[in-house]
């Protein structure tokens, strides 16, 4: 039985219009449990993270600023959230949700988080949705504490993981791979250790083709001993911020090929479920629900 971090402060109130989706927060648990994908017993409420493992990835000054509420205008307008006390606690609670979740992928296999895969957060600065990133906090993390020797981060968002792909340069124990939309935000993109850029109108033979080939080849070469996965669902034809044509389905078979490598070479997971703008709410969650259906399948 899977663990999943979920906390109640995830579906932060936002100011009306807002085009984040916060809903698929409190709805994703609610559709899990209704059909039985998940039970209560899977979900935990992770705590306030300690700010050790933070402070392992971000910048002293940076947290300092977010934690007194004394960042300023121009950095707090590159977030997108209005900055307050309970989004700053809201973020350390995903990221030490992250963390719980990746310990205990060593004894279930796969974990997830409701939230995370804030990949736009930088050592310095956060962006685009994205305070503090919550992967990268506990790749660190598990190799500070040698719970892991070399992790590999998979993440197949529609925007490149900007801020992990700069936290990680030059660090020969975790391998960052990024899949994007080419023309995709952000605009001036890092070096990740590898990078695939997708044109426009990418459809799901193209998509699937690519990970099918190289995340196998990855995991060969690079022998990681644990992975983090980013499945944002912002591939989707429908997705306003994605530019990408990937069906529904299509994104399912991405999940179960990330899957059925990590059971096949026997390589613990941690999943955070990354960005989602697709008007209709109920194909978020569509999209959100298959990576866990998936997940039980296989697992």
């Not at 109640?8 to 809903?23: K, N």
């Not at 070096?191 to 995340?215: G, P, Q, R, W």
């Not at 983090?228 to 069906?247: E, H, M, Q, R, W």
Request: glycine fraction near 6%; proline fraction near 5%.
């Amino acid at each position: 039985m899977f663990p999943i971090a979920f906390h109640p402060i995830y579906q932060h109130p936002l100011p009306e219009g807002h085009r984040f989706p916060m809903l698929k927060y409190e709805l994703l648990p609610q559709q899990l449990v209704h059909e039985g994908t998940a039970f209560q017993a899977n979900f935990f409420e992770p705590e306030i993270c300690d700010l050790r493992p933070v402070l392992a990835i971000h910048k002293q000054e940076y947290v300092n600023d977010l934690i007194q509420l004394t960042l300023d205008s121009k950095a707090a307008r590159k977030i997108g959230f209005p900055l307050s006390k309970e989004l700053v606690e809201r973020e350390l609670r995903i990221a030490q949700g992250t963390i719980i979740c990746a310990k205990k992928s060593f004894d279930t296999k796969v974990s997830f988080n409701i939230a995370g895969g804030t990949h736009h957060a930088y050592s310095t600065h956060g962006e685009a949705f994205c305070l503090l990133n919550d992967q990268a906090i506990a790749a660190q993390f598990l190799l500070d504490n040698k719970l892991a020797k070399k992790i590999l981060i998979i993440d197949l968002d529609v925007h490149q993981g900007n801020g992990t792909a700069e936290i990680f340069t030059g660090n020969s124990n975790v391998f960052t791979f990024s899949t994007h939309g080419k023309t995709n935000y952000p605009f001036k993109k890092e070096t990740s250790d590898l990078d695939i850029a997708f044109d426009d109108n990418t459809s799901d033979e193209e998509f699937l083709k690519v990970i099918s080939t190289v995340i196998p080849k990855l995991i060969e070469s690079e022998k990681p001993d644990f992975i983090f996965y980013l499945a944002g669902v912002d591939i989707l034809a429908s997705d306003k911020l994605g530019k990408l044509s990937c069906s529904l389905e299509g994104c399912k078979k991405r999940d179960e090929l990330v899957f059925e490598f990590c059971s096949q070479y026997q390589i613990p997971i941690q999943v955070s479920m990354g960005g989602g703008y697709s008007p209709d709410i109920k194909t978020i969650i569509e999209a959100h629900a298959n990576t866990y259906r998936v997940a039980k399948n296989i697992f």
